[in-house]
């Protein structure tokens, strides 16, 4: 932060009683190297760290941002890890300050009666409650009865952690480039909380490809149900998006977000950037408390490791970053070698020079990592907290090999420091300058595809260090001369295959993509031997064409997005209004409605049953806030009933014409009865998850609110 910039924001004063207090961690990637004999416990003890700080400084809730687990499917061990850790911490006879004020009911799990808010159920009895969106490591997969599913979700229904964010995106989406007439966007549902005079929404959205995000942000089809007073309120957004491109994937711009939003709580970054920033041209802030274990030995891992005390009064808040014992020292090192050579005086071409060399800049990294951690163990006793014993730190030397002509084993250098550092097989990291020359490339053949690994300026471990599945399997069916099947596709499948462990996704792909082909041969009615070639080859480049186009839907669909858009440019890019006094009976106003049929007037419920008398906070009559779903466009018609599909399959199927079919019934469709409250999911919603139910006898008052 310059000189020029406003100091961070704070609490100037306000009544103990008022404050909420949050502890938010990101990307705790349970679970990573959990069969390395000496890092695979690294996640879960610094998870158990994170708990007992929340413990520590008597937070209300532990707040998460995505990537709790670092595989889709965690280990029996993790999950059984994860679960004993949250119960012995988050449970217990602490009453729960925080009063839930929004429906406990929205977003639970269909045909159960346990509530979604896992602090409601009289049959638990929470201390500190944890909220938690998913992230791109642990999204939601399958599509079952129950529709995509993730372990967030077997957490939640174990009422573990209050899971929010999770939203199912329509079938018709993955064959449609530009989804505006398909399907209604992106709907954000939030969890209103209340303790003393301090109102907190809390509003989540789990990870979404950003191309994907990007365009719903551009194109105002982001909708969020806020309450009629919302400027009232201390509105928090969780996202886990990239902040910055990470090539070939792009970002989510910072700066779109709705200005009714107070602090944007961002996750997937891994570097540790706590002090709120302002947004340039909005009146919010981001804050980014990056990963809780290295899970790569980058730049962005090597700033020291923080988790964030959010505390709320009104509409102030200040943020408290607190350090996190239990990570490893990491130091990163970086040196030129033919430069090191003449400076320091011996031949590149000597190897036991060269390796004399890196052995004495790697020991000078150690002896920093240790000073490192001796110094928080000083600074830890000091304030009162027991001594650590050393961890063996991470270590990794960025080697420029640019103009050397041969260099040693990397995996054979590092056994010499066994028992000294926590990563000998890649202590050294080798690579050259980008700059080659074009004559250089040759045309691929077939048999024999020139790969990248394939550079002959490149050594063993370089190639080595440069092995990318992904990276190779695109290289090589471009190489290819595929009739039938389009490389984009393929590839795409295969990396679903490879990165979420899906031993369905190059079956389907193959199966739809022939379907396809044998459709567009029977449009073009008889068709000779001779020109069945040329025809599948055009249908291949078609719907090849077709992929790609869906791929990069941020891109394509950004002019009709546009036109769709209000005319006024400065309209909240998520803010949209709808008339709330359409229907009697309802706490929350659905967008592009129905026909209006003629609803039950609302019924009082009786008061709630207290579980345990334990719930501190709970008034003699409760409210349920309604919300209404801002809405500036034009009344849309009533979208049609689309299939639930898993979000990864959405954006990674081939765009292809589905024969019509016409729907005798809905699936989970929400009961009609006059209720005192309404569902958050827009109609032609088909997720069962995210379809809210009615509530029914938790509360004794509905709170009116106004449109905008």
Same mark, same amino acid.
């Given at each position: 932060?310059?000189?020029?910039?406003?100091?961070p924001p704070?609490i100037?004063?306000?009544?103990?009683e008022?404050i909420?207090r949050i502890?938010v961690a990101t990307?705790?990637h349970?679970?990573?190297l959990?069969?390395?004999?000496i890092?695979g416990?690294d996640?879960?003890?610094t998870f158990?760290?994170?708990l007992?700080l929340a413990?520590k400084? %008597?937070?209300?809730m532990?707040l998460l941002?995505g990537d709790?687990?670092?595989e889709?499917?965690?280990?029996?061990d993790?999950?059984?890890?994860v679960?004993?850790l949250l119960r012995?911490?988050?449970?217990?006879?602490?009453?729960v300050? =925080?009063?839930l004020?929004? *429906?406990?009911?929205?977003g639970r799990?269909e045909?159960y009666?346990?509530p979604a808010v896992?602090?409601?159920?009289?049959?638990l009895?929470?201390?500190?409650?944890v909220?938690?969106i998913?992230?791109n490591h642990?999204d939601?997969q399958?599509?079952?009865?129950?529709?995509?599913l993730?372990?967030?979700?077997?957490?939640?229904?174990s009422?573990? &952690? *209050?899971y929010?964010?999770?939203?199912? =995106?329509p079938?018709?989406?993955?064959s449609?480039p530009n989804?505006?007439e398909?399907d209604?966007g &992106?709907?954000?549902?939030?969890v209103l909380?209340?303790k003393g005079?301090?109102r907190?929404?809390l509003?989540?959205v789990?990870?979404?490809? %950003?191309a994907?995000m990007?365009?719903?942000l551009?194109?105002n089809?982001?909708?969020?149900y806020?309450?009629?007073?919302?400027?009232d309120?201390f509105?928090?957004?969780v996202v886990h998006q990239?902040r910055v491109?990470h090539?070939p994937t792009?970002?989510v711009?910072?700066?779109l977000?709705?200005?009714?939003i %107070?602090?944007?709580v961002?996750?997937?970054?891994?570097?540790?950037?706590i002090v709120?920033?302002p947004?340039a041209?909005?009146?919010y802030?981001?804050?980014?408390?990056?990963?809780s274990v290295a899970?790569?030995l980058?730049?962005?891992?090597?700033v020291e490791k923080?988790?964030?005390l959010l505390?709320?009064?009104n509409?102030?808040?200040?943020?408290?970053?607190l350090p996190l014992?239990?990570v490893?020292p990491?130091?990163?090192?970086?040196?030129?070698?033919?430069?090191?050579?003449?400076?320091?005086g011996?031949?590149?071409? %000597?190897?036991i020079?060269?390796?004399?060399?890196l052995?004495?800049r790697v020991?000078a990294?150690?002896d920093?990592?240790?000073?490192l951690w001796d110094?928080r163990n000083a600074?830890a006793?000091?304030?009162?907290?027991?001594?650590l014993?050393r961890?063996?730190?991470?270590v990794?030397?960025?080697v420029?090999?640019? *103009?050397?002509?041969?260099m040693?084993?990397?995996?054979?250098f590092?056994?010499?420091?066994?028992?000294r550092?926590a990563n000998?097989?890649d202590v050294?990291?080798?690579?050259r300058?980008?700059a080659?020359s074009?004559?250089s490339?040759?045309a691929t053949?077939a048999?024999q595809?020139?790969?990248?690994?394939d550079?002959?300026?490149l050594t063993?471990?370089?190639k =080595?260090?440069k092995v990318?599945?992904?990276?190779?399997?695109q290289e090589y069916?471009a190489a290819?001369?595929l009739q039938?099947?389009?490389?984009?596709g393929m590839?795409?499948?295969?990396?679903?295959?490879v990165?979420k462990?899906d031993?369905w996704?190059?079956?389907?792909?193959v199966s739809s993509?022939l379907r396809?082909l044998m459709?567009?041969?029977?449009e073009?009615?008889?068709?000779?031997?001779?020109?069945?070639?040329?025809?599948?080859v055009?249908?291949k480049?078609?719907?090849?064409?077709?992929?790609?186009?869906?791929?990069k839907m941020g891109?394509t669909?950004k002019g009709k997005?546009?036109?769709?858009?209000?005319?006024?440019s400065d309209?909240?890019s998520m803010l949209?209004?709808?008339?709330?006094?359409?229907e009697?009976?309802s706490d929350?106003?659905?967008?592009?409605?129905?026909?209006?049929?003629?609803a039950?007037?609302?019924?009082?419920a009786a008061?709630?049953?207290k579980g345990r008398?334990?719930k501190a906070?709970?008034s003699?009559? /409760?409210?349920v806030?309604?919300?209404d779903?801002?809405?500036d466009?034009?009344d /849309?018609?009533?979208?049609?009933?689309?299939?639930?599909?898993?979000?990864?399959?959405?954006?990674?199927q081939?765009?292809?014409?589905?024969p019509?079919k016409?729907?005798?019934?809905t699936?989970?469709?929400?009961s009609?009865?006059g209720?005192?409250?309404?569902?958050f999911?827009p109609?032609?919603?088909?997720?069962?998850?995210?379809?809210?139910?009615r509530?029914?006898?938790k509360?004794?008052?509905v709170?009116e609110?106004d449109s905008?």
């Open positions: 932060m310059s000189d020029n910039e406003a100091p704070t100037r004063s306000g009544y103990q008022d909420i502890l990307d705790n349970i679970g990573y959990e069969r390395d004999p890092r416990q996640s879960i003890n158990k760290e994170i007992q413990v400084h %008597d937070v209300d532990i941002g709790l687990f670092h889709n499917r965690p280990s029996r993790c999950l059984y890890q679960m004993a012995e911490y988050t449970f217990g006879d602490k009453p300050q =925080l009063e004020l929004s *429906n406990p009911d929205d799990a045909g009666s346990f896992n602090y409601e159920d009289p049959n009895n929470v201390a500190i409650p909220f938690s998913h992230g642990d939601p399958g599509a079952g009865p129950e529709g995509a993730c372990a967030l979700d077997v957490l939640s229904v009422g573990l &952690i *209050n929010m964010g999770k939203f199912d =995106l079938l018709s989406s993955a449609n989804p505006v398909s209604p &992106i709907s954000i549902r939030p909380l209340r005079q301090t907190l929404g509003y989540g789990g990870n979404v490809k %950003d994907r990007h365009f719903e551009r194109s089809r982001v909708r969020m806020m309450p009629s007073d919302k400027e309120w509105n928090v957004l990239n491109p090539p792009p970002a711009p910072e700066g977000f709705d200005d009714c %107070d602090l944007v961002w996750g997937h970054e891994h570097d540790c950037r709120p920033e947004v041209g909005r009146p802030h981001v804050t980014q408390p990056g990963s899970t790569s980058g730049e962005g891992e090597g923080h988790v964030a505390q709320i009064h509409k102030e808040f200040e943020l408290k970053p014992r239990t490893r990491f130091m990163l090192g970086d040196v030129f070698l033919a430069e090191a050579a003449e400076e320091e011996f031949d590149v071409s %000597d190897q020079a060269v390796g004399k060399f052995r004495a020991n990294l150690i920093q990592a240790n000073q110094e600074h006793v000091e304030e009162g907290e027991e001594e014993p961890m063996l730190p991470l990794r030397l960025k420029d090999t640019t *103009n050397v002509p041969a040693s084993n990397p995996i054979r590092g056994q010499e420091f066994t028992g550092i000998p097989r050294l990291s080798f690579h300058s980008k080659r074009a004559a490339r040759t053949s048999d595809p020139k790969l990248s690994i550079d002959p300026d063993t471990s370089e =080595l260090a990318r599945v992904q990276t190779l399997v069916l290819q001369e039938v099947l389009g490389e984009a590839n795409e499948a295969i990396r679903m295959f990165e462990d031993g996704a190059i079956q389907t792909h993509a396809a459709k567009g041969v029977q073009n009615g008889e068709v000779d031997e001779e020109e069945l070639d040329d025809v599948l055009k249908l480049e078609q719907h090849n064409q077709e992929y790609l186009e869906k791929a891109k669909g997005g546009k036109a769709s858009a209000p005319a006024d309209a909240d949209m209004d709808v008339d709330a006094g359409e009697d009976g929350f106003d659905e967008p592009a409605p129905p026909p209006k049929k003629k039950a007037p609302a019924k009082k008061p709630a049953k008398g334990k906070v709970a003699e009559s /409760e409210e806030m309604e919300l779903e801002n809405d466009e034009e /849309e018609a009533p979208p049609k009933v689309t299939k639930k599909t898993n979000r990864a399959a959405v954006l990674s081939p765009a292809k014409k589905a019509a016409k729907t005798t019934s699936k989970g469709k929400a009609s009865s209720q005192g409250t309404l569902s999911a109609s032609g919603r088909s997720s069962t998850r995210a379809a809210a139910t509530a029914k006898g509360m004794a008052n709170v609110v905008d």
